[in-house]
């Protein structure tokens, strides 16, 4: 059976947002059984965990004799097991595949300058001189995806892992308005967090913290 890994325990702020979010609502996309192996900050550190994943991050992905660790590569792993996430032509699969990578390559790291800014560093000199530079290119990044959906569902012609990285990635700096006050982006967000796959995936996870 696939087995995923998730921790066992995080700061508030980050409930809902671990990463392996991603993974359980493509899986859950998907239909694939699966099970979630919970594991402690000081299991991630050792030697067997970080065969799994180098980075003792999570998740890390088994399937039989395949190991994944990296959620970009995971998703579109099990999206080839289902035209739910990637389309079956390989033109439509090409766009959703640079659509998972925009989310991660284009907006994430953006994003999460920001994130780090607010909440690890809210204090220091030089993360107050930093954050409006900052927050301009978080602005200038989602103004652009929002041009791009303007008028459409999804980035797409339907839904696909693409939207399922792009909303993740979206959910992120969720301590401000910088989406939801967007009459494009946030209209978006809701309607990928309304699938039920995706509602699924994040009771599990939410569940997972109260255990």
């Given at each position: 059976?696939?087995?995923?890994?998730?921790?066992?325990?995080?700061?508030?702020?980050?409930?809902?947002?671990?990463?392996?979010?991603?993974?359980?609502?493509?899986?859950?996309?998907?239909?694939?059984?699966?099970q979630v192996n919970l594991v402690t900050i000081e299991e991630r550190q050792t030697p067997a965990y970080r065969e799994r994943?180098?980075?003792?991050?999570?998740?890390?992905?088994?399937?039989?004799?395949?190991?994944?660790?990296?959620?970009?590569?995971?998703?579109?792993?099990?999206?080839?097991?289902?035209?739910?996430l990637l389309p079956t032509d390989p033109a439509g699969q090409a766009r959703a595949t640079a659509w998972v990578f925009a989310a991660l390559n284009s907006i994430e790291p953006?994003?999460?300058?920001?994130?780090?800014?607010?909440?690890?560093?809210?204090?220091?000199?030089?993360?107050?001189?930093?954050?409006?530079?900052?927050?301009?290119?978080?602005?200038?990044?989602?103004?652009?995806?929002?041009?791009?959906?303007?008028?459409?569902?999804?980035?797409?012609?339907?839904?696909?892992?693409?939207?399922?990285?792009?909303?993740?990635?979206?959910?992120?700096?969720?301590?401000?308005?910088?989406?939801?006050?967007?009459?494009?982006?946030?209209?978006?967000?809701?309607?990928?967090?309304?699938?039920?796959?995706?509602?699924?995936?994040?009771?599990?996870?939410?569940?997972?913290?109260?255990?």
């Amino acid at each position: 059976m696939i087995t995923i890994t998730a921790p066992n325990w995080v700061p508030d702020f980050a409930k809902g947002l671990v990463r392996d979010l991603r993974a359980r609502w493509a899986l859950e996309e998907a239909g694939l059984e699966y099970q979630v192996n919970l594991v402690t900050i000081e299991e991630r550190q050792t030697p067997a965990y970080r065969e799994r994943q180098p980075f003792s991050q999570v998740p890390a992905y088994q399937d039989d004799d395949l190991k994944l660790f990296e959620t970009g590569a995971i998703v579109l792993h099990v999206g080839r097991k289902s035209a739910t996430l990637l389309p079956t032509d390989p033109a439509g699969q090409a766009r959703a595949t640079a659509w998972v990578f925009a989310a991660l390559n284009s907006i994430e790291p953006f994003i999460m300058g920001l994130v780090n800014l607010d909440l690890f560093s809210p204090d220091e000199p030089w993360a107050k001189q930093a954050r409006p530079q900052s927050e301009a290119m978080v602005k200038k990044r989602l103004s652009d995806l929002a041009e791009h959906l303007n008028g459409r569902d999804w980035l797409e012609d339907r839904f696909t892992a693409g939207d399922l990285m792009m909303a993740t990635v979206l959910r992120i700096p969720r301590h401000t308005d910088l989406v939801t006050s967007d009459r494009t982006l946030a209209p978006y967000l809701a309607r990928c967090e309304e699938r039920p796959a995706f509602k699924k995936a994040l009771a599990d996870q939410m569940a997972s913290f109260k255990a």
